[in-house]
């Protein structure tokens, strides 16, 4: 340990021996947002699991297409079945991206220089809110397009004339409950700031709270009556079926803020003041 | 001369009256290297997270050259930080860390590989992850991502762990030439010997509190005498009676506060014949470090 000590300290300087020269430099300029998002995008797919989490969106969908091509029958290969086939291991990675955006500073422990250089978390976290939406969209243009692919080779195999059944605004509804979805899975990383933690959460969240919930609907009317109020889950499916009526989108507001809004900014404030170790 | 690091009243306390970190004040001034000493779980590290606004302070200010870390436009660019060397995606290389870095700081693409020559990674380590890092690779590479922004203050957590002889001598090199340019080091440790060759100024920690601090000049002033004698036990005896504090050690040395002149008068009344008789330095700054930490530190008074 301290086998270093050999030398005499040839370092005692003396005050005033040492010339010291004055490094007076201009305060230098502010990081502007752009850079951190850009900065944010880059560490999204720069590990080997960050880069096939975003090729397992590409793979997933390639794969999907292929199955409802040799699968379905003639009839079926219309375009909204090519999107649902993709839509599904979507809302399932997307979020998993929202997620490890987050809580890899912690888990990873990264954070510690992610933070020291950027101090200001609130900016770094909405820098990584804005990466994770650029991302969730392009998803979901790709998908976009390997749908449209499918649809029309899917077709012209079968030699029946394409399907288009989806309207530009289905697909943009369609893209938002992706997108909140992902952004659910943001805002639990952000609460749990644990990769396996928040994990599981959104699997609970999505796979075991809604059988539940849907039980009690059916056992219980007053929470009938309620549950597309409280239950997000419930109020984001209209978004997959391509049209919303006007209480359906207070619904999706209403619950939006609870399950949410509400969490998302807890933990915003408990971020910016936690301890980062 | 100024006063780059102000640290001031601050304390960090957890809930149920834990207190890692209590009423500590110090400065690291431009020109010199500030050695921040204390036995592991003293609180040097949560005060140097403080400083950098990762861990907020129960009260108490910290600035960097008057700011507040956290109010520094680009701090990478000001101030080079170096915390936990294994802090770090696993999966990522140590090119993509610096470049991650880089791009953050706004700095040209060339600065990588300069940074990665200066703490002499060769390419082939660079394109390597991380996780397959030893640790004295890692704190490198940390060293290469504090030195990336060209900053004038440095602040490096136990640096040298991990290191090997040549390389604790290099970082030791390092650290001299940036502070004889007009930087500020501030450096923890808790091995004495390490802290003492370098640094300057020396600021210990014990418990959480400051227990001393000053030049190493002014400390190693303080630690007064080392004396031996033929008959040691006479000698111990002639100095309690002259009203001296001392500490006779098993190896026949005693050691006292007092001057070595007032030690060298009492053995001439005494006519006792003394072996050696010097102001204690090295292993008198060791004395003091396990003086005042021997009540707070964990080992207890074992030394």
């Known amino acids: 340990m301290s086998t270093t000590v050999l030398s005499t300290p040839t370092s005692e300087s003396s005050p005033g021996a040492t010339t010291v020269v004055e490094r007076r430099r201009p305060a230098p300029a502010p990081i502007p947002l752009t850079r951190i998002i850009g900065v944010e995008l880059r560490k999204m797919f720069d590990t080997r699991s960050g880069f096939w989490l975003m090729a397992s969106i590409v793979i997933t969908s390639v794969l999907a297409t292929a199955a409802i091509i040799v699968f379905a029958p003639d009839d079926q290969l219309t375009f909204d079945n090519f999107a649902a086939a993709i839509g599904a291991p979507m809302t399932v990675i997307l979020p998993m991206i929202g997620i490890l955006a987050v809580t890899s500073e912690w888990s990873q422990r990264s954070g510690l220089t992610t933070f020291t250089l950027l101090p200001r978390r609130g900016r770094v976290l909405g820098a990584k809110l804005l990466a994770a939406i650029a991302v969730g969209v392009v998803s979901m243009v790709v998908a976009l397009v390997v749908g449209v692919l499918g649809t029309l080779i899917g077709s012209a195999i079968a030699g029946v004339d394409p399907v288009w059944n989806v309207s530009a605004a289905h697909f943009l509804l369609i893209v938002l409950g992706s997108v909140l979805g992902m952004l659910f899975g943001f805002m639990l990383g952000l609460v749990i700031r644990n990769s396996a933690g928040a994990i599981v959460t959104y699997f609970v969240y999505t796979l075991v709270l809604p059988p539940l919930l849907g039980l009690l609907a059916s056992t219980q009317h007053w929470f009938a009556n309620l549950q597309p109020w409280v239950d997000y889950n419930f109020a984001q499916r209209p978004l997959f079926d391509g049209s919303l009526s006007g209480q359906q989108w207070q619904h999706l507001g209403v619950s939006a803020v609870l399950w949410f809004v509400l969490p998302m900014a807890a933990g915003l404030f408990i971020v910016r003041r936690a301890e980062v170790k | ?303």
């Open chain 2, 1 to 303: 001369m100024l006063d780059m690091i102000t640290v001031e009243s601050v304390s960090k306390s957890y809930g149920r009256g834990q207190t890692a970190v209590d009423d500590v004040s110090f400065t690291a001034a431009t020109g010199r290297v500030t050695g921040f000493l204390g036995p592991n779980g003293a609180g040097k590290s949560t005060t140097m997270r403080i400083i950098v606004g990762l861990t907020p302070p129960t009260s108490g200010t910290a600035t960097v050259d008057g700011r507040r870390f956290t109010d520094l436009p680009n701090p990478g660019l000001e101030v080079g930080v170096l915390l936990d060397a294994s802090a770090q995606h696993a999966g990522r290389s140590g090119h993509e860390i610096l470049t991650v870095a880089q791009r953050t700081m706004g700095l040209p693409r060339t600065r990588v590989k300069e940074m990665l020559d200066l703490v002499s990674l060769t390419s082939h380590e660079a394109d390597r992850r991380v996780r397959d890092y030893s640790l004295g690779m890692r704190q490198r590479l940390g060293i290469a991502t504090a030195l990336l922004g060209d900053p004038q203050v440095l602040i490096l957590d136990e640096p040298a762990n991990g290191l090997d002889p040549a390389g604790i001598r290099w970082m030791r090199d390092l650290l001299r030439g940036f502070a004889d340019s007009g930087g500020t080091v501030l450096l923890s440790s808790h091995l004495l010997h390490e802290i003492e060759v370098i640094a300057d100024d020396l600021v210990v920690i014990g418990n959480g509190r400051i227990v001393a601090q000053g030049t190493k000049a002014s400390l190693l002033a303080a630690a007064g005498t080392v004396v031996r004698a033929r008959d040691a036990a006479a000698l111990a005896q002639a100095m309690e009676r002259a009203g001296l504090a001392i500490t006779a050690h098993p190896d026949g040395s005693v050691h006292t506060d007092a001057a070595p002149d007032q030690v060298g008068e009492v053995a001439l009344a005494a006519h006792l014949v003394l072996t050696e008789l010097r102001a204690a330095d090295g292993a008198g700054l060791e004395e003091m470090f396990l003086e005042l930490t021997a009540d707070t530190q964990r080992e207890g008074a074992a030394a």
